[in-house]
């Protein structure tokens, strides 16, 4: 499903309005005519349009952050697959007031970092890894991961975030990460680590066990990178249960 499907941007219409128009066969902004709705809705729907098409041309995805509704996000994965910041964090807790960031991965296609705490995390390095990107993509995100980065290096987020736990919950996916991986078919090298082990990791690395910082950074770059193909299938899966084609 990319954002040109969508029609519950404009103001006044809703998923019962926009399932209508799909249903009617105005499944495209395209293909929409003033004729399917009332007068003032369908003004609505051609300012949008006019105004949302020179955006997406633009590749602004920040326009359309304000514009969907939090939980809808997902829907301009598709539009912006190649520009999405996948990211996960570890950390030494729970409590962003009293822990700390340990390790910070970002992928995008083709392309992983891993930042270390001590060695090259830095609010810099994150900021920009962040401002190269149309869309950002988590697991529990706009809860932990997101929080505790403005907590401790005070970055921006404001492009469209994706937080599939969310869209996950709404297709009965439930638990954490690797619960949800195991159900849906995602392989990692490491099934036997947690969050816990991440914790432990790191005090051991700090004790002067290298072997034990590569062995975090692994654990942190599969849960990354597994975001991507997570995302991969449960935009797909929420296309199939949302998105209505004409018979």
């Keep these: 499903m990319r954002i040109e499907n969508s029609f519950i941007p404009v103001t006044g219409v809703g998923e019962r309005t926009e399932r209508s128009l799909w249903e009617a066969g105005v499944t495209r902004w395209e293909s929409f005519a003033p004729s399917a709705v009332g007068a003032k809705q369908a003004e609505n729907i051609e300012s949008f ?3 949302a098409s020179e955006r997406l041309d633009d590749g602004d995805a920040r326009f359309f952050r304000e514009r969907f509704p939090s939980g809808s996000h997902w829907r301009c994965y598709e539009n912006f697959r190649e520009e999405t910041c996948f990211l996960d964090i570890e950390t030494t ?34 900021q920009r890894r962040l401002d190269d990107a149309k869309l950002l993509v988590t697991f ?12 401790a290096f005070d970055v921006d987020v404001d492009v469209p975030h ?17 619960a949800i991986e195991r159900e849906t078919g995602i392989e990692r ?45 449960v935009t797909d899966l929420l296309d199939s249960d949302v998105f209505v084609s004409p018979e």
């Design 162 to 178: 994706v937080d599939l736990m969310y869209p996950c919950r709404r297709l009965g996916l439930t638990g954490g990460l690797k």
């Design 140 to 151: 529990n995100g706009k809860r932990f991961d997101v929080p505790f980065l403005e907590s």
């Design 189 to 233: 090298d490491r099934q036997d680590l947690s969050g816990e082990d991440a914790v432990r990791l790191w005090r051991e690395y700090e004790r002067g066990d290298e072997g034990a910082l590569e062995t975090l950074v692994s654990y942190n770059r599969d849960d990354t990178e597994n975001l991507r193909l997570l995302a991969d299938h």
């Design 93 to 126: 807790g729970l409590d962003q007031r009293r822990h700390d960031v340990t390790v910070v991965g970002t992928h995008s296609p083709g392309d992983t970092e891993v930042f270390v705490a001590g060695r090259d995390l830095t609010a810099e390095r994150l």
């Design 49 to 51: 349009i006019a105004e």
